[in-house]
């Protein structure tokens, strides 16, 4: 059992039967976190309209992610002021990309601390676009643990990685669930941000948030972990009689 396809693929690879391998991703409560979510609160505190377009990143601030294209990218939207770019979040990398933001005088981007855990859904469920960056070769074999809940809220996500990667199997398998582009491609990076701009976010997307209540809502995930026993037991029982 493995919480990826990415290590299901590597079972596989390793000699393992298909038939032995099952998937068992980390769950998400769809019940608590839902497109019905408002995140109103957040986009008052932070100063936005509802008429603004708000492009968040939620996570850590570290080499890995990349995010200096971020804000690259939010020098070639200046000119259009609806658009805004929220950085929540903190690491290594956090005071360089506040030099950043200030030596190309970007009044579109923004920063803050973490929210509190209990408030992530509200934070997340401000946003138009949900930023899933990283640099090229630092995709992990698994899916951040914020990306549960972006499909929970039925997200439009950008997301950056390469091909046979974790994020990048599960846009493969669940077309539409994500917007993929290559990492640290500036011109890819916006065409793709364009995409979803031009895209009502106010509409769910239905294929993140079915996916999630299919796949990842607890019950589910749980219901099928406990078929796959099932199954493992009664073949188990077949063999002893025999």
Known sequence: STISFSMMRRAQEKGVDESKI??????????????????????????????????????????????????????????????????????????ELVGLSEKLKLTNVHFSNLVPYEDLPDLLA???VHLVVQRKGAADVVLPSKLASILALGGHALITAEQDTELALLVERYPGIACLVEPENLSAFVAGLDVLLSTDTRIVNDVARDYAVEKLAKDAVLTEFLAHL?????????????
């Open 22 to 95: 099952m998937h068992t991703p980390n769950w998400v409560d769809t019940d608590s976190v839902a497109p019905s979510i408002s995140g109103a609160r957040y986009r008052a505190l932070f100063g936005f309209t509802p008429d603004h377009k708000i492009v968040l990143y939620s996570g850590n601030i570290g080499e890995k992610q990349g995010l200096s294209m971020v804000l690259e990218a939010a020098a070639l939207y200046m000119s259009n002021s609806q658009v805004q770019f929220m950085i929540v979040g903190n690491g290594v990398q956090r005071e």
């Open 126 to 128: 401000m946003a138009d």
């Open 230 to 242: 099932s199954t493992l037991a009664g073949a188990h029982e077949f063999r002893s009689d025999h």
